[in-house]
């Protein structure tokens, strides 16, 4: 058969009208955008936060921007497992299934090795890595029912770099145990049809850095930084929405265990 003169035009694969999403962290920053694309191109989106207050006006919005789509806002700490369960029964029961997962709650802090305390170290792991774990597991044995799905989590250009002059190596380590869990887990579950692919950023304008950029070490961080970006500024969210909409899509489903990196070129440098 002639793939390329049968198939459905590269725009139709694009389109993820029908399918059914969830945004972790989508309360705010990169996950709003994220909701947001989903959204643009005709998913149905759950906005998951464990703040209700932002997940219900991300889902507003989308409603107001993106009237055919259906919404829901939910309440759950990623942490959890039970609530992470929750998370994919209430999606299923209320939509009957769930196709696009996209795990991008991630927090960090600025301090030094040598400072650190295991609890914060443990912290910025669990919520960083183990959530994506937990997460992952249980949108797939959903997925897995239906032998289709696509599951994206965040990751960061920190899981191959060490970011300077900050100190952050428990975010590094547990960005890098994305990348890493997302090679495990596309490759242990290709064969049921479950996609699992990460995306990369590099230093986005959320709340997430601007609060870091506030303190002390942050405004003497901010010109290095820039200087080591050969685009020379920091991503906007909208930035990311692309290559997260590619990789929900049936134009990707021959993308797994694999990685998009949208940095401005930091990492080739
Ligand atoms: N901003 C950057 O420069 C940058 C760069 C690379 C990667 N990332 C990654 O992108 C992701 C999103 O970052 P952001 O900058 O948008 O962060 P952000 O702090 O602006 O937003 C994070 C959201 O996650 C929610 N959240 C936090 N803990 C949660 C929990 N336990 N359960 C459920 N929700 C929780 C928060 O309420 C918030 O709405 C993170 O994984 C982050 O590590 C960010």
Known sequence: MDTVLKSKSILERFSLAGKTALVTGGGQGIGRALAHGLADAGADVAVIDIDLGLAEVVAKEIQIRNPKSKTMALQIDVTNPEQVTQ???????????????????????????????????????????????????????????????????????????????????????????????????????????????????????????????????????????????????????????????FMASEASDYMTAADIVVDGGYLAW
């Not at 709650?105 to 600025?110: D, L, S, T």
């Not at 975010?171 to 090679?183: I, M, P, Q």
């Open 87 to 245: 998370m994919v029964d209430q999606i299923v029961d209320g939509w009957g299934k769930l196709t696009i997962a996209c795990n991008n709650v991630g927090i960090c802090n600025w301090v030094d090795s040598i400072d650190m305390t295991y609890a914060d170290w443990q912290k910025v792991i669990r919520v960083d890595l183990d959530s994506v774990f937990l997460c992952a597991q249980a949108e797939a044995r959903h997925m897995f029912k239906n032998n289709y799905g696509k599951i994206i989590n965040t990751a960061s250009m920190s899981g191959y770099i060490t970011n300077f002059p900050q100190g952050q190596a428990h975010y590094n380590a547990a960005k890098a145990g994305v990348l890493s869990l997302t090679r495990s887990l596309g490759t242990e579950w290709a064969e049921k049809g479950v996609r699992v692919n990460s995306l990369s950023p590099g230093y986005t304008k959320t709340a997430l850095v601007s609060d870091l950029l506030e303190t002390e070490l942050g405004k003497k961080v901010s010109p290095i930084w820039l200087s080591r970006i050969p685009q020379q500024k920091m991503a906007d969210v909208t930035d990311l929405q692309g290559a997260v909409n």
